[in-house]
Each structure stands twice: as structure tokens, then as C-alpha cells.
């Protein structure tokens, strides 16, 4: 008897929790990303979240955290570079979209001049596998005119890219049939105009179409109004005919969806993405904002992340922004903590970057050792918002320097207080395998086990980069 009452307990335990969210992990706030944080998105794969943001600048970093509050200091990891003078700088609006078993990252690239905007055209990477990290290969430019903002429609077994071009002054949303990831096959046509008064504030303004998908039910979430003001913010189309590539397949609603919050400081929240929680039970939207009424349109934008609901009528309710530093709950399912220090090992040695017997001088020697888990093996990768980081070792509070700021190879590399100069930031740039090359930003060299050395001790110093095991590194939380 006792053991069929044991049963019983154990089954009816088991039953009330089949279909209960999971242990959420700790809270966060609100921003995900303090530094270069507009147009933000957020893919979830294999554990590890995965984000990109607009940069500015010729390249595009990923960050990459098990956990949305890891995030706000996991390292930047340079994935791509521009590779043409037409598409070298300026780059917008990345997204990635893991289509036919590989990532796709599309984006919007112009030339380095000075009036760069009307250069500015979108574009889509392929990657060499299934690891968001890449590596990417270029693929090719999605249209031949001004659009910005691409990004992809899947419904009913076929793909369909988005945008946003201009129509004689009036920036709107546009569609194309694809054949593929990174082929358009057919015209682009106007889906949506800014017809409304709350689409038009600061100027006429239909941008960053993202695709939410539930219930059968296609929406589309578009930003509305211009991104200088404090105004711009989100509206809504839903698929309620047939052919996607037809306006009157298209159903605006009448008022906005998501918008400024004043009481909240929130201002010009826009360009947002979507993503589910690590057990699936939640939904989030990510998007940037403004903590004042009188920032613009550039890279003081942080990105920021809240979980919205659903209406009794099957359309999304994306609530309000929350306010900034404000406390919430991580997505449901995740690891209970989140890191903000790493390890750096060697992809040949396997040993860790460490400081020599935690000494706390100015000069003390940076070496690779057998991984023990001490705080002189531990770094803060803080990023420095121009696409570079300084590490911090955990130990001394000291940072990773080049000597003299030479740019010799064999140069060594060593621990040294905060000057804020070139010669102590570092560029993190994939290779492959999870692995990344640290490149200093004064010289351009990397970080070097010396004569790829496997013993304890052997010294790590800036070499050029030559591509072999000996001068990549994998960023592994600690």
C-alpha cells in the first residue's frame, strides 16, 4: 500500500508539472547593450543567445551569452569586415535569419564618403556551417537601389525578402520573391506607406519589418516615424489574403503598437527583433530606445529586451517599454547565473592566458599555464564602444598591454595600469571552431604563444598573423 501511495504521489507530482514554465533565470535590467545598441536582434540556438547591432563602422561583432543579463558584458566577436569599397562602411541593420541548415546575416553597407547615406544598399552573408559565430562568406546585394533594413518572410514554404526603399519622398515597407536565401527573383512592391498622423512625426517614415508568426496568424512589426525623433515607434500589418507580394494582402492597424513612455523615460523605441524563451514558453521582443526626448538617431542607443503577451483575439500585445535599470525576471529557462568574467585558452595548447603569480606590477609578465580556475586566469573583457575591448585580469585589476607599444613582432605582451591608449585595446575576430585571434588595435598583431610553446610558463607575446592554432584563443565563460 505504501509503495502504490509513493506511485501515486510521484505521477500526480509529474502531472502538475508537465507544461510549467521552468525556473527563470536571474534577473536582468534593461540595457542589454549600453555601447553600440541600435537595430537590435537576438537569435536563441544550441544554448547560447546571440546578438547584433548596428556598428557604424566596416565590421559586424556578435555578442554571445547562455543568459539575456550576460549579454551586457559578454565580449564583442568580429564576424565579418567589409570587403569592397561599395559595401565597405557604414554598416546598419544586421539580422540573422538560420535558413536551409546555415546562417544567413543580412545587413546594409555603403562607401566611406561623407554623404554615405545614399550609398547605402542591403546585402547577405552565408555562413561556412550551423554556428552563428560563422565563419561567413559574402553572398550578394539584395537590390540594385537605396533599401535599407532587410530581412526575410517564410509563409507557406516560400521566402520573401523585406525592406524599406523610397517613393518619391515617402519611405516605405517593400517585398520581393526569393529563390533562395540570398537570391531575389522577382520586383520589389510597396506593401505598406506612412499614411497615418503617428507615422509620419519628423518625417514619412515605414522601416525594420520583422516577421512574428503564432497561431497560423502572420504579423508584421514595422517602426514608424522618423528614428531622430522621439516619437518613432512600432506598428502592425497582418497576412489576411493570400499573395504576400500584394498590398491588399495587408492589414494595417489604426494605432501604434508599441511607443514612447514618458513616466518610464523611454523614448523612440523602434527597430525591434524577436525571440522565444530558452524552454519556449515565453516571447520577447528586443528593440532600442532613447533615455531622453532630445537624443537622435546615432549610436547613443541602448538595446533593450522585455517579454510581451498575447490578446484573446490572437494578436500580439507588446505592452510598454520598461523603464531603465529597471529589474526583471530572465526568459524562462535559463542557467541560474550569468557570468561576467572569461577564461582565454589556446586552441593549441589548451592553456590559459594568465598573469605570472598574480603579481599586481606594472610589467608583470602575461604567459599561458595549465587551466586552475585562479583569478589571475580570469578576465573582464569590457568593450570600449569603438569595436575594441581592454582585459582586465580578475587578480591585479591591471590590464593587457603591449610593451612600449612597439609594433615589432615578438613584442611582449604584459599587465599594465589603465592608460587608454591604442596599445592596450584589443579587437576579438572569429576564426572558426568557437575560436577568435586577439588583435591589438595599435599594431595589428596578435596574441602569440611564443614558438608555439605547450609547456607551463611559455611566454605570449604579438606575432603577425600567420593563421595556425598557436595564435587563436577560445573566450569560455569563467
Known amino acids: 500500500m505504501a509503495r502504490r501511495l509513493l506511485t501515486l504521489l510521484a505521477a500526480l507530482l509529474l502531472a502538475l508539472s508537465i507544461g510549467q514554465p521552468s525556473a527563470s533565470a536571474a534577473s536582468f535590467a534593461n540595457p542589454v547593450k549600453s555601447v553600440k545598441g541600435a537595430d537590435p536582434w537576438i537569435s536563441y540556438h544550441d544554448g547560447n543567445y546571440y546578438l547584433v547591432t548596428t556598428s557604424w563602422t566596416d565590421v559586424i561583432t556578435i555578442r554571445k551569452s547562455t543568459t539575456l543579463a550576460g549579454l551586457a558584458t559578454a565580449p564583442s566577436v568580429q564576424v565579418w569586415q567589409g570587403d569592397a569599397a561599395s559595401r565597405c562602411c557604414n554598416i546598419w541593420a544586421p539580422e540573422l535569419h538560420f535558413l536551409d541548415g546555415r546562417w544567413y546575416l543580412y545587413y546594409v553597407a555603403g562607401q566611406n564618403i561623407a554623404d554615405y547615406n545614399p550609398t547605402q544598399r542591403s546585402h547577405v552573408l552565408e ?26 518572410l517564410n509563409v507557406g514554404g516560400r521566402l520573401y525578402m523585406l525592406g524599406s526603399a523610397i ?12 529563390s533562395n536565401p540570398y537570391t531575389v527573383s522577382g520586383s520589389y512592391s510597396t506593401i505598406s506607406t506612412p499614411t497615418y498622423a503617428w507615422e509620419r512625426q519628423g518625417g514619412t517614415v515605414n522601416e ?29 500589418l497582418e497576412l489576411t489574403g493570400s499573395n504576400p507580394l500584394s498590398a491588399s494582402s495587408w492589414t494595417k492597424k489604426s494605432t501604434p503598437v508599441f511607443q514612447r513612455n514618458d513616466a518610464a523615460g523611454v523614448y523612440g523605441p523602434g527597430h525591434n527583433g524577436f525571440f522565444t524563451s530558452p524552454d519556449g514558453t515565453e516571447n520577447w521582443i528586443v528593440y532600442h530606445a532613447n533615455d531622453s526626448a532630445s537624443e537622435g538617431c546615432d549610436n547613443g542607443r541602448t538595446t533593450r529586451a522585455q517579454k510581451f503577451t498575447w490578446n484573446s483575439d490572437g494578436t500580439p500585445n507588446l505592452g510598454t517599454p520598461v523603464r531603465l535599470g529597471a529589474s526583471q525576471t530572465g526568459p524562462s529557462g535559463e542557467p541560474s547565473t550569468a557570468s561576467t568574467t572569461y577564461t582565454i585558452t589556446n586552441r593549441n595548447s589548451g592553456k590559459c592566458l594568465e598573469v605570472a603569480g598574480s603579481s599586481t606590477a606594472d610589467g608583470a609578465n602575461v604567459q599561458q599555464w595549465s587551466c586552475s580556475g585562479g583569478n589571475n586566469q580570469k578576465w573582464r573583457l569590457e568593450d570600449q564602444g569603438d569595436d575594441t575591448h581592454r582585459l582586465v585580469n580578475v587578480a591585479t585589476g591591471k590590464v593587457l598591454d603591449t610593451e612600449n607599444c612597439s609594433a615589432a613582432d615578438g613584442t611582449d605582451l604584459r599587465q599594465w595600469s589603465w592608460l587608454n591608449n591604442t596599445c592596450q585595446r584589443f579587437r576579438f575576430v572569429a576564426t572558426d571552431g568557437g575560436y577568435i585571434r586577439i588583435t591589438n588595435q595599435a599594431t ?26 598557436c595564435q587563436q584563443w577560445r573566450l569560455t565563460p569563467a
Open 208 to 236: 525594420g519589418a520583422e516577421i512574428l508568426q503564432r497561431g497560423g496568424r502572420t504579423f508584421l512589426i514595422y517602426s514608424a516615424s522618423g528614428c531622430w525623433t522621439p516619437d518613432y515607434k512600432l506598428g502592425q
Open 127 to 152: 555562413s561556412a556551417g550551423s554556428d552563428p559565430m560563422g565563419p561567413y562568406t559574402y553572398k550578394g546585394q539584395l537590390n540594385s537601389a537605396w533599401m535599407l533594413d532587410p530581412s526575410v
Open 167 to 178: 517613393t518619391n519622398g515617402t519611405q516605405n515597407l517593400v517585398i520581393a520573391p526569393m
Open 444 to 469: 595589428g598583431k596578435v596574441a602569440d604563444v611564443a614558438n608555439c610553446g605547450t609547456t607551463d610558463g611559455t611566454d605570449v607575446r604579438q606575432w603577425a598573423w600567420l593563421g595556425n592554432n
